[in-house]
Protein backbone atom coordinates (compact mmCIF):
# COMPACT_ATOMS: atom_id res chain seq x y z
CA UNK A 1 0.00 0.00 0.00
CA UNK A 2 1.58 3.50 -0.93
CA UNK A 3 0.07 6.43 0.81
CA UNK A 4 0.66 9.09 -1.49
CA UNK A 5 -0.78 8.46 -5.45
CA UNK A 6 0.63 11.34 -7.64
CA UNK A 7 -2.25 12.87 -9.95
CA UNK A 8 -1.73 12.68 -13.87
CA UNK A 9 -0.32 16.26 -13.45
CA UNK A 10 2.29 14.87 -11.36
CA UNK A 11 0.85 16.69 -7.91
CA UNK A 12 0.46 14.71 -5.00
CA UNK A 13 -3.50 15.16 -3.88
CA UNK A 14 -4.28 14.61 -0.26
CA UNK A 15 -7.49 14.27 0.94
CA UNK A 16 -9.02 15.35 4.84
CA UNK A 17 -10.73 12.36 6.56
CA UNK A 18 -13.91 13.30 8.36
CA UNK A 19 -16.29 10.47 9.98
CA UNK A 20 -14.09 7.66 8.08
CA UNK A 21 -14.16 8.52 4.55
CA UNK A 22 -11.46 10.52 2.40
CA UNK A 23 -12.69 13.70 1.15
CA UNK A 24 -11.84 17.08 -0.28
CA UNK A 25 -13.04 19.95 1.39
CA UNK A 26 -16.79 20.65 0.88
CA UNK A 27 -15.77 24.00 -0.89
CA UNK A 28 -13.83 21.95 -3.32
CA UNK A 29 -11.20 24.56 -2.47
CA UNK A 30 -7.16 23.55 -2.72
CA UNK A 31 -4.07 24.62 -1.25
CA UNK A 32 -0.41 24.44 -2.51
CA UNK A 33 1.93 22.48 -0.85
CA UNK A 34 5.54 23.62 -1.13
CA UNK A 35 8.58 21.74 -1.32
CA UNK A 36 11.15 24.43 0.18
CA UNK A 37 14.33 22.85 -1.25
CA UNK A 38 13.57 24.40 -4.60
CA UNK A 39 10.40 26.51 -4.02
CA UNK A 40 7.63 25.21 -5.82
CA UNK A 41 4.87 23.44 -5.52
CA UNK A 42 4.41 19.36 -5.08
CA UNK A 43 1.48 18.65 -3.81
CA UNK A 44 -2.26 19.87 -3.34
CA UNK A 45 -4.02 19.62 0.27
CA UNK A 46 -7.89 20.78 0.68
CA UNK A 47 -8.40 24.42 1.99
CA UNK A 48 -11.41 23.23 4.60
CA UNK A 49 -13.54 25.91 6.05
CA UNK A 50 -15.98 26.23 8.43
CA UNK A 51 -18.52 23.68 6.90
CA UNK A 52 -15.93 21.01 7.03
CA UNK A 53 -14.98 21.64 10.87
CA UNK A 54 -18.66 21.47 11.92
CA UNK A 55 -18.76 18.13 10.16
CA UNK A 56 -15.84 16.56 11.61
CA UNK A 57 -16.81 17.65 14.87
CA UNK A 58 -20.01 16.46 14.56
CA UNK A 59 -18.22 13.07 13.72
CA UNK A 60 -16.20 13.37 16.94
CA UNK A 61 -19.27 13.70 19.21
CA UNK A 62 -21.24 11.15 17.50
CA UNK A 63 -17.93 8.64 17.91
CA UNK A 64 -17.49 10.08 21.41
CA UNK A 65 -20.73 8.47 22.74
CA UNK A 66 -21.14 5.84 20.61
CA UNK A 67 -18.97 2.55 20.93
CA UNK A 68 -16.02 4.71 21.73
CA UNK A 69 -16.95 5.25 24.77
CA UNK A 70 -17.92 1.38 25.63
CA UNK A 71 -14.61 0.10 24.55
CA UNK A 72 -12.45 -1.11 27.34
CA UNK A 73 -9.40 0.47 28.02
CA UNK A 74 -7.65 -2.70 26.45
CA UNK A 75 -9.76 -2.40 23.30
CA UNK A 76 -8.37 1.50 23.14
CA UNK A 77 -4.72 0.20 23.70
CA UNK A 78 -4.86 -2.46 20.46
CA UNK A 79 -5.89 0.14 18.25
CA UNK A 80 -3.07 2.15 19.71
CA UNK A 81 -0.66 -0.66 19.22
CA UNK A 82 -1.88 -1.53 15.45
CA UNK A 83 -1.56 2.01 14.96
CA UNK A 84 2.31 2.06 15.86
CA UNK A 85 2.88 -0.98 14.18
CA UNK A 86 1.50 0.39 10.83
CA UNK A 87 3.55 3.36 11.54
CA UNK A 88 6.39 1.89 11.81
CA UNK A 89 5.55 -0.31 8.36
CA UNK A 90 5.19 3.13 6.50
CA UNK A 91 7.96 4.65 8.42
CA UNK A 92 10.06 5.23 5.57
CA UNK A 93 7.71 6.51 2.81
CA UNK A 94 5.91 8.46 5.60
CA UNK A 95 9.64 10.19 6.61
CA UNK A 96 10.09 11.38 2.96
CA UNK A 97 6.31 13.09 2.80
CA UNK A 98 7.42 15.21 5.53
CA UNK A 99 10.79 16.10 4.62
CA UNK A 100 9.65 16.65 1.02
CA UNK A 101 7.36 18.87 2.10
CA UNK A 102 8.78 20.77 5.47
CA UNK A 103 12.24 20.90 4.08
CA UNK A 104 13.93 18.77 7.41
CA UNK A 105 16.75 16.79 6.56
CA UNK A 106 15.72 12.93 5.94
CA UNK A 107 18.08 11.59 8.35
CA UNK A 108 16.47 13.62 11.08
CA UNK A 109 13.04 12.85 10.61
CA UNK A 110 14.10 9.25 9.45
CA UNK A 111 16.68 8.18 12.13
CA UNK A 112 14.65 10.43 14.56
CA UNK A 113 10.86 11.55 14.09
CA UNK A 114 9.62 8.53 12.69
CA UNK A 115 11.39 5.90 15.03
CA UNK A 116 9.57 8.54 18.17
CA UNK A 117 5.93 8.15 16.66
CA UNK A 118 6.14 4.29 16.91
CA UNK A 119 7.39 4.22 20.35
CA UNK A 120 5.07 7.62 21.76
CA UNK A 121 2.18 5.28 20.28
CA UNK A 122 3.23 1.92 22.38
CA UNK A 123 4.08 4.45 25.24
CA UNK A 124 0.16 5.81 25.10
CA UNK A 125 -1.26 2.37 24.23
CA UNK A 126 0.49 0.81 27.79
CA UNK A 127 -1.05 4.07 29.40
CA UNK A 128 -4.56 3.63 28.32
CA UNK A 129 -5.58 0.92 31.15
CA UNK A 130 -3.69 2.92 33.75
CA UNK A 131 -6.11 6.22 34.01
CA UNK A 132 -7.13 5.76 37.82
CA UNK A 133 -9.13 7.71 40.97
CA UNK A 134 -8.68 7.80 44.06
CA UNK A 135 -10.62 6.96 47.13
CA UNK A 136 -10.77 9.56 50.03
CA UNK A 137 -11.45 8.69 53.59
CA UNK A 138 -13.60 11.74 54.73
CA UNK A 139 -15.64 10.45 57.14
CA UNK A 140 -16.90 7.14 58.18
CA UNK A 141 -20.30 8.19 56.98
CA UNK A 142 -19.37 8.42 53.30
CA UNK A 143 -17.78 7.14 50.98
CA UNK A 144 -16.28 9.16 48.66
CA UNK A 145 -14.09 8.66 45.82
CA UNK A 146 -13.43 10.43 42.30
CA UNK A 147 -13.01 8.83 38.53
CA UNK A 148 -11.25 10.51 36.25
CA UNK A 149 -13.16 10.53 32.70
CA UNK A 150 -12.16 11.29 28.79
CA UNK A 151 -12.98 15.93 28.47
CA UNK A 152 -14.88 14.82 25.16
CA UNK A 153 -14.33 16.35 21.59
CA UNK A 154 -10.37 17.25 20.87
CA UNK A 155 -9.38 20.02 18.57
CA UNK A 156 -5.69 19.17 17.92
CA UNK A 157 -3.44 22.34 15.85
CA UNK A 158 0.02 21.06 14.81
CA UNK A 159 3.11 23.23 13.10
CA UNK A 160 4.94 22.64 10.26
CA UNK A 161 8.31 21.69 12.10
CA UNK A 162 7.60 18.37 12.81
CA UNK A 163 4.27 17.21 11.69
CA UNK A 164 3.81 13.86 12.72
CA UNK A 165 6.02 13.35 16.46
CA UNK A 166 3.73 16.42 17.32
CA UNK A 167 0.68 14.29 15.86
CA UNK A 168 1.75 11.02 17.60
CA UNK A 169 2.15 12.47 21.11
CA UNK A 170 -1.46 14.65 21.22
CA UNK A 171 -3.29 12.25 19.64
CA UNK A 172 -1.81 9.08 21.31
CA UNK A 173 -2.51 10.57 24.71
CA UNK A 174 -5.95 11.64 23.60
CA UNK A 175 -6.93 8.44 22.31
CA UNK A 176 -5.70 6.42 25.14
CA UNK A 177 -7.82 8.71 27.47
CA UNK A 178 -10.97 7.94 25.39
CA UNK A 179 -11.41 11.26 23.99
CA UNK A 180 -12.13 11.89 19.58
CA UNK A 181 -10.15 14.36 18.01
CA UNK A 182 -10.22 16.63 15.25
CA UNK A 183 -6.60 16.88 13.89
CA UNK A 184 -5.18 20.86 12.19
CA UNK A 185 -2.43 20.30 10.66
CA UNK A 186 -0.33 23.29 9.54
CA UNK A 187 -0.96 24.47 6.04
CA UNK A 188 2.78 24.60 5.08
CA UNK A 189 3.31 21.32 5.99
CA UNK A 190 -0.14 18.80 6.04
CA UNK A 191 1.03 16.16 3.49
CA UNK A 192 2.67 13.92 5.85
CA UNK A 193 -0.04 14.04 8.62
CA UNK A 194 -3.12 13.97 5.52
CA UNK A 195 -1.25 10.81 4.38
CA UNK A 196 -1.27 9.17 7.63
CA UNK A 197 -4.52 9.50 7.69
CA UNK A 198 -5.30 6.03 5.96
CA UNK A 199 -3.12 4.04 8.76
CA UNK A 200 -6.13 5.46 11.32
CA UNK A 201 -8.55 3.52 9.13
CA UNK A 202 -6.69 0.53 8.96
CA UNK A 203 -5.75 0.06 12.57
CA UNK A 204 -9.50 -0.09 13.12
CA UNK A 205 -10.75 2.65 14.91
CA UNK A 206 -14.64 3.45 14.86
CA UNK A 207 -15.23 6.10 11.83
CA UNK A 208 -15.13 9.59 13.87
CA UNK A 209 -12.55 8.46 16.53
CA UNK A 210 -9.43 10.57 14.30
CA UNK A 211 -10.69 13.02 11.86
CA UNK A 212 -8.18 15.48 9.77
CA UNK A 213 -8.93 18.40 8.47
CA UNK A 214 -6.40 20.94 6.27
CA UNK A 215 -6.47 23.90 6.21
CA UNK A 216 -5.73 27.77 7.14
CA UNK A 217 -5.37 28.67 10.53
CA UNK A 218 -7.39 31.77 10.17
CA UNK A 219 -10.14 29.84 9.27
CA UNK A 220 -10.28 25.87 9.76
CA UNK A 221 -8.30 26.80 12.98
CA UNK A 222 -9.90 29.23 14.05
CA UNK A 223 -13.24 27.27 13.72
CA UNK A 224 -12.21 24.55 15.61
CA UNK A 225 -11.64 27.01 18.28
CA UNK A 226 -14.66 28.37 18.01
CA UNK A 227 -16.80 25.26 17.92
CA UNK A 228 -18.96 24.83 20.93
CA UNK A 229 -18.67 20.92 20.79
CA UNK A 230 -15.18 20.97 21.23
CA UNK A 231 -13.75 20.61 25.01
CA UNK A 232 -10.37 21.31 24.48
CA UNK A 233 -7.53 22.62 22.16
CA UNK A 234 -3.96 21.49 22.33
CA UNK A 235 -2.01 23.20 20.30
CA UNK A 236 1.63 23.83 19.43
CA UNK A 237 2.70 26.87 17.29
CA UNK A 238 3.35 30.36 18.16
CA UNK A 239 2.62 32.64 21.37
CA UNK A 240 0.83 35.37 19.03
CA UNK A 241 -1.61 32.58 17.84
CA UNK A 242 -2.11 31.18 21.30
CA UNK A 243 -2.67 34.97 22.23
CA UNK A 244 -5.52 34.64 19.33
CA UNK A 245 -6.70 31.11 20.53
CA UNK A 246 -7.24 32.55 23.59
CA UNK A 247 -9.41 35.07 22.82
CA UNK A 248 -11.26 33.68 20.21
CA UNK A 249 -12.12 30.79 22.79
CA UNK A 250 -13.55 33.24 25.52
CA UNK A 251 -17.40 32.04 24.81
CA UNK A 252 -17.20 28.65 24.44
CA UNK A 253 -14.49 28.31 27.58
CA UNK A 254 -12.40 26.01 25.90
CA UNK A 255 -10.00 24.39 27.64
CA UNK A 256 -6.59 25.10 26.31
CA UNK A 257 -3.04 23.75 26.60
CA UNK A 258 -0.22 25.51 24.72
CA UNK A 259 3.03 24.38 23.77
CA UNK A 260 4.94 27.68 22.20
CA UNK A 261 8.23 29.23 20.88
CA UNK A 262 11.01 29.86 22.94
CA UNK A 263 14.55 31.99 23.59
CA UNK A 264 16.20 29.67 24.98
CA UNK A 265 19.62 29.75 26.49
CA UNK A 266 22.70 27.08 26.38
CA UNK A 267 24.92 28.42 29.72
CA UNK A 268 28.41 26.97 28.99
CA UNK A 269 30.76 27.25 32.35
CA UNK A 270 34.09 27.40 31.92
CA UNK A 271 34.72 23.81 33.98
CA UNK A 272 32.38 22.30 31.26
CA UNK A 273 33.67 18.99 28.24
CA UNK A 274 34.16 21.68 25.81
CA UNK A 275 33.76 19.28 23.34
CA UNK A 276 30.80 17.80 24.52
CA UNK A 277 29.21 21.69 24.42
CA UNK A 278 31.12 22.50 21.31
CA UNK A 279 28.52 19.81 19.40
CA UNK A 280 25.59 20.61 21.92
CA UNK A 281 25.57 24.06 21.55
CA UNK A 282 25.72 24.33 17.81
CA UNK A 283 24.73 20.77 15.84
CA UNK A 284 22.78 19.29 18.31
CA UNK A 285 20.44 22.62 19.11
CA UNK A 286 20.44 25.21 16.49
CA UNK A 287 22.25 24.11 13.70
CA UNK A 288 20.05 21.22 12.73
CA UNK A 289 18.65 19.42 10.34
CA UNK A 290 15.22 21.48 10.76
CA UNK A 291 17.60 24.47 9.69
CA UNK A 292 16.90 25.49 13.53
CA UNK A 293 12.81 25.38 13.87
CA UNK A 294 12.47 23.61 16.33
CA UNK A 295 10.80 25.68 19.22
CA UNK A 296 14.08 24.67 21.65
CA UNK A 297 16.12 25.95 19.78
CA UNK A 298 19.25 26.96 21.78
CA UNK A 299 19.27 30.77 20.30
CA UNK A 300 21.48 32.10 22.96
CA UNK A 301 24.67 30.56 23.90
CA UNK A 302 25.55 32.02 27.10
CA UNK A 303 29.84 31.81 27.78
CA UNK A 304 31.88 32.27 30.63
CA UNK A 305 34.29 35.27 29.90
CA UNK A 306 37.67 32.57 30.34
CA UNK A 307 37.03 30.34 27.15
CA UNK A 308 34.99 32.87 25.66
CA UNK A 309 37.16 33.57 22.50
CA UNK A 310 37.55 29.47 22.33
CA UNK A 311 34.37 28.47 21.95
CA UNK A 312 33.50 31.31 19.63
CA UNK A 313 36.07 29.72 17.27
CA UNK A 314 34.80 26.31 18.02
CA UNK A 315 31.20 27.23 17.26
CA UNK A 316 31.52 29.02 14.43
CA UNK A 317 34.00 26.10 13.03
CA UNK A 318 30.85 23.45 13.45
CA UNK A 319 28.98 26.17 11.65
CA UNK A 320 31.01 26.48 8.71
CA UNK A 321 31.38 22.30 8.71
CA UNK A 322 27.60 21.94 8.66
CA UNK A 323 26.01 20.40 4.90
CA UNK A 324 23.85 21.68 3.77
CA UNK A 325 21.72 20.53 0.63
CA UNK A 326 18.88 18.40 -0.65
CA UNK A 327 16.58 17.69 2.26
CA UNK A 328 16.56 13.96 0.85
CA UNK A 329 20.02 13.09 0.78
CA UNK A 330 21.22 11.16 3.91
CA UNK A 331 24.18 12.78 3.72
CA UNK A 332 22.43 16.36 4.29
CA UNK A 333 23.02 17.73 7.76
CA UNK A 334 20.71 20.68 7.13
CA UNK A 335 17.45 21.14 4.99
CA UNK A 336 16.29 24.49 3.80
CA UNK A 337 12.89 26.45 5.45
CA UNK A 338 10.16 25.42 5.27
CA UNK A 339 8.27 28.35 3.54
CA UNK A 340 8.47 31.75 2.02
CA UNK A 341 7.16 33.65 4.61
CA UNK A 342 9.44 32.01 7.30
CA UNK A 343 12.28 32.56 5.07
CA UNK A 344 11.93 35.81 5.06
CA UNK A 345 11.82 36.76 8.40
CA UNK A 346 15.11 34.49 8.88
CA UNK A 347 16.93 36.44 6.97
CA UNK A 348 15.14 39.64 8.36
CA UNK A 349 16.59 38.98 11.84
CA UNK A 350 19.88 38.03 9.91
CA UNK A 351 19.97 41.70 8.77
CA UNK A 352 18.46 43.18 12.14
CA UNK A 353 21.75 41.48 13.61
CA UNK A 354 24.20 42.95 12.27
CA UNK A 355 22.39 46.53 12.84
CA UNK A 356 22.25 45.71 16.26
CA UNK A 357 25.68 45.75 16.68
CA UNK A 358 26.52 42.18 16.47
CA UNK A 359 29.13 40.31 14.59
CA UNK A 360 28.71 37.90 12.37
CA UNK A 361 31.29 35.24 13.53
CA UNK A 362 29.96 32.89 10.86
CA UNK A 363 27.22 32.51 8.13
CA UNK A 364 24.92 35.12 6.77
CA UNK A 365 24.25 33.78 3.24
CA UNK A 366 21.19 32.52 1.95
CA UNK A 367 19.10 30.98 -1.01
CA UNK A 368 21.58 31.59 -4.55
CA UNK A 369 24.06 33.22 -2.85
CA UNK A 370 25.08 30.28 -0.89
CA UNK A 371 23.53 27.29 -3.22
CA UNK A 372 24.98 28.69 -6.06
CA UNK A 373 23.28 30.20 -9.15
CA UNK A 374 23.24 26.76 -11.29
CA UNK A 375 22.15 24.45 -8.43
CA UNK A 376 19.10 22.80 -8.78
CA UNK A 377 17.88 23.81 -5.05
CA UNK A 378 19.04 28.09 -6.02
CA UNK A 379 15.42 28.59 -5.67
CA UNK A 380 15.30 26.64 -2.28
CA UNK A 381 14.75 28.42 1.07
CA UNK A 382 18.12 27.62 2.23
CA UNK A 383 19.90 29.95 5.14
CA UNK A 384 23.31 29.32 6.14
CA UNK A 385 24.29 28.53 9.54
CA UNK A 386 24.65 32.19 11.24
CA UNK A 387 26.67 32.72 14.59
CA UNK A 388 26.90 36.26 15.85
CA UNK A 389 29.47 36.97 18.52
CA UNK A 390 29.44 39.88 21.00
CA UNK A 391 25.50 40.55 21.25
CA UNK A 392 23.49 41.60 24.26
CA UNK A 393 21.00 40.24 26.11
CA UNK A 394 18.61 43.31 25.01
CA UNK A 395 19.31 43.25 21.27
CA UNK A 396 16.24 42.17 19.06
CA UNK A 397 18.04 38.85 18.47
CA UNK A 398 17.95 37.66 21.69
CA UNK A 399 14.76 38.37 22.39
CA UNK A 400 12.72 37.24 19.81
CA UNK A 401 12.42 33.90 18.92
CA UNK A 402 13.81 33.61 14.88
CA UNK A 403 13.06 29.62 14.41
CA UNK A 404 16.15 29.41 12.06
CA UNK A 405 19.71 28.72 11.94
CA UNK A 406 20.47 31.90 13.96
CA UNK A 407 22.34 31.67 17.62
CA UNK A 408 24.35 34.55 19.33
CA UNK A 409 27.14 34.45 21.87
CA UNK A 410 27.00 36.24 24.56
CA UNK A 411 29.97 36.43 27.68
CA UNK A 412 29.16 36.15 31.13
CA UNK A 413 31.23 36.54 34.34
CA UNK A 414 29.56 35.18 36.93
CA UNK A 415 26.96 32.18 37.41
CA UNK A 416 24.65 34.70 38.84
CA UNK A 417 24.64 36.42 36.15
CA UNK A 418 24.42 34.00 33.29
CA UNK A 419 21.49 32.46 35.37
CA UNK A 420 19.81 36.18 35.44
CA UNK A 421 20.58 36.77 31.29
CA UNK A 422 19.04 32.66 31.01
CA UNK A 423 15.91 33.82 32.84
CA UNK A 424 15.71 38.20 30.79
CA UNK A 425 13.25 36.61 28.57
CA UNK A 426 9.74 36.67 28.65
CA UNK A 427 10.10 32.95 27.23
CA UNK A 428 10.55 29.94 29.76
CA UNK A 429 10.83 26.66 27.27
CA UNK A 430 14.21 25.40 27.84
CA UNK A 431 17.75 25.51 29.63
CA UNK A 432 21.06 23.82 28.51
CA UNK A 433 24.11 23.85 31.41
CA UNK A 434 27.09 23.02 30.47
CA UNK A 435 29.29 21.97 33.69
CA UNK A 436 31.25 19.76 35.23
CA UNK A 437 30.11 20.72 38.65
CA UNK A 438 27.16 18.41 40.06
CA UNK A 439 26.82 21.13 43.01
CA UNK A 440 26.60 23.97 40.12
CA UNK A 441 24.42 21.57 37.96
CA UNK A 442 21.41 21.44 40.73
CA UNK A 443 21.92 25.09 41.56
CA UNK A 444 20.97 26.05 37.67
CA UNK A 445 18.18 22.98 37.75
CA UNK A 446 16.78 24.95 40.25
CA UNK A 447 17.21 28.28 39.57
CA UNK A 448 16.31 28.46 35.52
CA UNK A 449 12.38 29.19 35.11
CA UNK A 450 12.02 27.14 31.62
CA UNK A 451 9.88 23.82 31.57
CA UNK A 452 12.77 21.99 30.70
CA UNK A 453 16.49 21.72 31.92
CA UNK A 454 19.36 19.53 30.23
CA UNK A 455 22.57 18.98 31.62
CA UNK A 456 25.61 18.09 29.70
CA UNK A 457 23.09 17.58 26.90
CA UNK A 458 20.71 19.27 24.44
CA UNK A 459 17.42 18.67 22.75
CA UNK A 460 16.98 15.48 24.59
CA UNK A 461 13.34 14.86 24.48
CA UNK A 462 11.53 11.55 24.91
CA UNK A 463 7.90 10.55 25.53
CA UNK A 464 8.06 9.10 28.83
CA UNK A 465 9.25 12.88 29.67
CA UNK A 466 6.78 15.64 30.51
CA UNK A 467 7.47 18.44 27.53
CA UNK A 468 6.27 22.25 27.75
CA UNK A 469 7.24 25.75 29.27
CA UNK A 470 6.35 28.33 31.93
CA UNK A 471 5.79 32.01 31.25
CA UNK A 472 5.32 33.25 27.69
CA UNK A 473 6.12 29.36 26.21
CA UNK A 474 3.05 27.85 27.35
CA UNK A 475 1.36 26.18 29.89
CA UNK A 476 0.38 22.55 29.80
CA UNK A 477 2.41 19.32 28.80
CA UNK A 478 3.05 17.07 26.01
CA UNK A 479 4.30 13.59 26.35
CA UNK A 480 4.54 11.45 30.26
CA UNK A 481 1.55 10.18 31.90
CA UNK A 482 1.25 14.37 33.16
CA UNK A 483 0.33 14.95 29.38
CA UNK A 484 -2.48 11.62 29.79
CA UNK A 485 -4.19 14.30 32.83
CA UNK A 486 -4.48 16.90 30.09
CA UNK A 487 -7.54 14.43 28.55
CA UNK A 488 -9.18 13.65 31.68
CA UNK A 489 -11.62 15.28 34.25
CA UNK A 490 -12.30 14.12 37.75
CA UNK A 491 -15.44 13.85 38.67
CA UNK A 492 -16.04 13.50 42.37
CA UNK A 493 -18.82 10.89 44.04
CA UNK A 494 -20.34 11.10 47.48
CA UNK A 495 -22.01 8.01 48.45
CA UNK A 496 -23.82 8.42 52.27
CA UNK A 497 -24.14 6.00 53.99
P1 LIG B 1 1.26 29.54 13.90
O1 LIG B 1 1.30 29.41 15.38
O2 LIG B 1 0.35 30.58 13.35
O3 LIG B 1 0.84 28.11 13.26
C1 LIG B 1 0.73 26.92 13.97
C2 LIG B 1 -0.62 26.27 13.69
O4 LIG B 1 -1.67 27.14 14.14
C3 LIG B 1 -0.93 26.00 12.22
O5 LIG B 1 -1.64 24.79 12.09
C4 LIG B 1 -1.84 27.16 11.86
O6 LIG B 1 -2.70 26.90 10.77
C5 LIG B 1 -2.64 27.31 13.13
N1 LIG B 1 -3.27 28.64 13.29
C6 LIG B 1 -2.82 29.84 12.85
N2 LIG B 1 -3.68 30.82 13.20
C7 LIG B 1 -4.69 30.22 13.88
C8 LIG B 1 -5.87 30.71 14.50
N3 LIG B 1 -6.18 32.01 14.50
N4 LIG B 1 -6.68 29.84 15.12
C9 LIG B 1 -6.37 28.53 15.17
N5 LIG B 1 -5.27 28.00 14.59
C10 LIG B 1 -4.43 28.85 13.95
O7 LIG B 1 2.73 29.75 13.42
P2 LIG B 1 3.29 30.33 12.02
O8 LIG B 1 2.63 31.62 11.66
O9 LIG B 1 3.24 29.24 11.03
O10 LIG B 1 4.81 30.65 12.44
C11 LIG B 1 5.13 31.88 13.06
C12 LIG B 1 6.16 31.70 14.13
O11 LIG B 1 5.66 30.87 15.16
C13 LIG B 1 7.44 31.02 13.72
O12 LIG B 1 8.29 31.92 13.09
C14 LIG B 1 7.96 30.55 15.06
O13 LIG B 1 8.61 31.61 15.70
C15 LIG B 1 6.71 30.19 15.82
N6 LIG B 1 6.43 28.74 15.79
C16 LIG B 1 6.75 27.98 16.89
C17 LIG B 1 6.55 26.62 16.87
C18 LIG B 1 6.89 25.76 18.02
O14 LIG B 1 7.24 24.60 17.85
N7 LIG B 1 6.75 26.22 19.24
C19 LIG B 1 6.03 25.93 15.67
C20 LIG B 1 5.67 26.83 14.60
C21 LIG B 1 5.88 28.17 14.68
MG1 LIG C 1 5.59 22.42 2.18
Redesign the pocket.
Known sequence: MSLLLPAPDGFARLENLIDGKRCPALSLERLASVDPSIGETWAEIPSSGSDDIAAAVDAAKRAFSGAWSDLPALGRAGLLRNLAGLFADHASELARIESRDNGRALAETSAGDLPAVTQILHYFAGAADKLMGDTVQVSPASFNFTVVEAVGVVGI?????APLSILAAKVGAALAAGCTVVV?????ASCSILAAAELFEHAGFPPGVVNIVSG???TA??S??RHPDVRKIS????TA?AR??TA?SADSLTQLAF???GKSANIVFADADLDAAELGVSTASVFTGGAGQ??VAGSRILIERPIYEEMVERIARRASEVRIGDPMDLETQMGPIAFDR?YD?VRDYIALGSQEGAEIAFGGRSGEALMGAGSPHAGGYFVEPTFFRDARNDMRICRE?I?GPVASAIPFDTEEEAVALANDSSYGLACGVWTSDLKRAHRAIAAVKTGVVWVNAYRRIHWALPFGGVKESGYGRDSGLESLRGYLHTKTAWIEL
Open positions: IIPWNKPAEQLGSGDLVFTGSTRIAELGTCQKEF
